[in-house]
């Protein structure tokens, strides 16, 4: 009995045994299953919050572009209106001509040739400001350069640049700007202005341009010593002329060579004294004096030594 007894004992020791390794593994699969299920879990909750964060960026970046489009809209539709009202107000129209740089040339003058005048559509002078310029300058020979500018939100300033007065044409009481580039100035006016030279006998021509650059070639104090230039062709010499002088002498000279022989001026002045009279250095350089004395008996002095 005592055996059975123990048999029966390790028997359901055994079994006991069994059944403990049996629940083990069945709770460590279990723990697995529910790792598992946990991880699967934890991975599904993982998908939806990255799809949701997915559907949040979608719904932002759609917002940002309807608001992006909406004040694109309103931009463009108030800079419609803007338009509309800047056209259709006084500020497209144009206020103030003004005219700058001018000395000789009138400005009422430049703004009647420009015929820029208010209440004009702002923008269409701006788009024809070069066929403007170019009137203005193949009208009025003294216009050297024009330049059309801004000067306000809606006012223009025509900036002009005149070609220099260098002489005055003299002609029946009346005195005609001879400008630098040849051109003789239709306007007249009863007196001269400034220290120019009055010119006589001149026209538009070779001869004029010639002296006009032969006398910019002389230096200042000869310049203000001559008072009138005048033109005496001959049959000799086609560009024969006579300078009266302030200091009451003559001179007669040849255009092409007149610069080059009135740089011996002073010095002949020198070499006569007191006397008055005419200096002529066509050719050479002679002197006759106005009233021959007795000491002189008429004859004319020959500087052509003293000119050399």
Do not use: C
């Amino acid at each position: 009995m005592k055996k059975e007894n123990k048999k029966q004992k390790k028997q359901f020791k055994l079994h006991l045994s069994s059944l403990k390794k049996r629940a083990k593994i069945k709770s460590e699969s279990t723990s697995d299953q529910q790792f598992q299920i946990k991880k699967m879990k934890n991975q599904s909750d993982e998908k939806s919050k990255s799809f949701e964060n997915t559907l949040q960026k979608l719904k932002k970046q759609r917002q940002k572009k309807l608001t992006t489009r909406l004040i694109t809209l309103i931009l463009l539709f108030s800079f419609a209106i803007l338009v509309v009202v800047y056209f259709i107000s006084s500020l497209s129209k144009v206020d103030i001509v003004s005219v700058s740089g001018t000395k000789e040339v009138a400005d009422q003058e430049i703004i009647d040739v420009s015929q820029i005048k208010s209440g004009d559509d702002f923008w269409g002078v701006f788009f024809e400001r070069k066929e403007i310029s170019k009137k203005v300058f193949s009208e009025l020979p003294q216009v050297k350069a024009v330049e059309i500018n801004f000067s306000g939100l809606n006012d223009y300033t025509i900036k002009i640049e005149e070609h220099q007065t260098v002489a005055y044409l003299a002609e029946d009481n009346r005195y005609y700007n001879i400008l630098e580039n040849g051109k003789i100035v239709n306007e007249s006016r009863k007196i001269s202005i400034g220290n120019p030279p009055i010119f006589k006998n001149f026209k538009e021509n070779e001869a004029l341009n010639t002296i006009i650059v032969q006398y910019q070639l002389l230096n200042e104090n000869i310049q203000n010593s001559i008072s009138e230039i005048e033109y005496t062709p001959s049959d000799i010499d086609d560009h024969l002329i006579r300078l009266y002088m302030n200091d009451g002498n003559e001179v007669i000279a040849s255009i092409p060579s007149f610069a080059e022989k009135m740089v011996y001026y002073p010095d002949m002045v020198k070499k006569i004294g007191d006397q008055k009279g005419t200096f002529n250095i066509e050719v050479g350089a002679y002197f006759s004096p106005f009233e021959y004395s007795q000491e002189k008996n008429g004859a004319e002095l020959n500087l052509e030594e003293e000119t050399q």
